[in-house]
């Protein structure tokens, strides 16, 4: 079966943060996804040129409607333009769902670890909504590394999550007054807590930019975690 | 057809320039992302060796330095991922599989490559003859990182960049072709950019 080109209508855009949206849009007959999955989006032009790009699905699927989530890139082609410009109620084209390796399913009885890097958060959040739905899943630690509090994506979700959800922010560059922990990168330290959490084959995901999934991938290895066990997703 | 302007209303892109080196569906980038299933294998070169084995079992070993003693070309090509990038004129160095393939006696029709850290890929045997693909071990004047697939890498740039498995350790020639591991979970089997041969069905 071949993939289509669907029409999607932006009925909703939310501010994550101060660069990136949540985008919800209808997609009529929408198949469903799992949780980890992306799309892509189609942009045309008026004289015809279009542009592609890939974004995480952000929430398990509800009916036709997905939920998608952009950072704006600096002077990109396409995010700026989906993130401040797309108007609601306008048409754009989805194809999907596309991705059937980065993906957690809800009958996953094992605890399990997820590391965001900064936008990186968007697949596993659906991840974490998808495992809020399914009573029985093991529990998830998020271990969620964002430069300053106002670059968390998600917050309300995160920190509502529940007994079974384990959220530990870390700031890279500033951290809440009376932080115990001071702004620097990921380190051992961090993911040793984490992985103490996880029983053998745990599935482990990390996403982020390239460097981030690298070190912290790394490190879980080094901290005993089979490498069959780690599913990345690197962008930038 | 929609009628153009009923999508995406307000959409500029970027300048419409390169299109006849850019397959569909892509976009030019400077940088070099990373596609990676899972964590980054480091493999050291003292202990790095490339087998080919045919389908009766037969089998050749090269080692590192058997690898670097085989006549080298620097190679210019433009490179395309199925996440969408493509980069042009990437300068690589290595060895052509037809030095490998050279003394090889096989009727196999299908290869699949083997990595460090469990990566496979399928290919059709005839793709990695005729000067069309290559082990590399250098990119951009420096050795090849291990994130980009060092300490060697297949190249086969005509195809999608999965088909130029990372941290390479062998062939498999077979008479049958059995899917890699992106083709078992949703890549296309033969992956060519031109014709936007990105997943199954394509």
Known sequence: ?236 | MRPVGSLSPGFRGRARTLTDRLPPGQYPTESFPVLSAGPTPHVATDGWTFTVTTETGDSRTWTWQQMMDLPQEDIVQDIHCVTRWSKFDTHWRGVSLDVFLEDVETAATYVKATSYGGYTTNLPLADLRGGKAWIVHGYDGFALSPEHGGPARLLVPHLYLWKSAKWVSGLRLTREDEPGFWESVGYHNYGDPWREQRNWGD
């Not at chain 1, 009529?28 to 008026?46: E, Y």
């Not at chain 1, 699905?57 to 410009?85: F, K, N």
């Not at chain 1, 697949?123 to 106002?150: C, E, F, K, N, Q």
């Not at chain 1, 990390?206 to 490190?219: H, K």
């Open chain 1, 1 to 236: 079966m071949r993939l289509s080109w669907r029409t999607a209508r932006l009925v909703e855009r939310r501010a994550q943060t101060a660069t990136a949206r949540t985008l919800v849009l209808t997609v009529p007959d929408w198949p469903g996804h799992l949780a980890g999955q992306h799309v892509d989006v189609r942009l045309t032009a008026d004289d015809g040129y279009q542009a592609v790009r890939s974004y995480s699905l952000a929430a398990p699927p509800d009916a036709d409607r997905i939920e998608l989530g952009v950072q704006t890139v600096e002077s990109g082609e396409v995010s700026p333009y989906l993130a401040d410009e797309l108007p609601v109620g306008a048409d754009v084209e989805v194809r999907g769902p596309l991705g059937n390796w980065f993906v957690w399913r809800p009958e996953e009885t094992r605890p399990a670890l997820l590391v965001a890097g900064g936008s990186g958060v968007v697949p596993l959040a659906a991840m974490i909504r998808a495992h809020g739905r399914a009573g029985t899943a093991g529990p998830l630690t998020l271990l969620y590394s964002a430069r300053t509090p106002d670059d968390v994506w998600y917050r309300d979700d995160l920190d509502g999550g529940g007994e079974r959800l384990d959220v530990r922010y870390v700031y890279t560059r500033r951290a809440p007054l009376g932080s115990v922990r001071p702004p620097g990168r990921v380190a051992r330290a961090d993911l040793d807590q984490a992985v103490a959490r996880l029983v053998k084959d745990s599935p482990v995901f990390v996403c982020g930019p390239t460097a981030f999934v690298e070190t912290v991938s790394d490190a879980l290895v080094d901290l005993g975690c089979s490498p069959d066990a780690i599913r990345t997703e690197r962008f930038g």
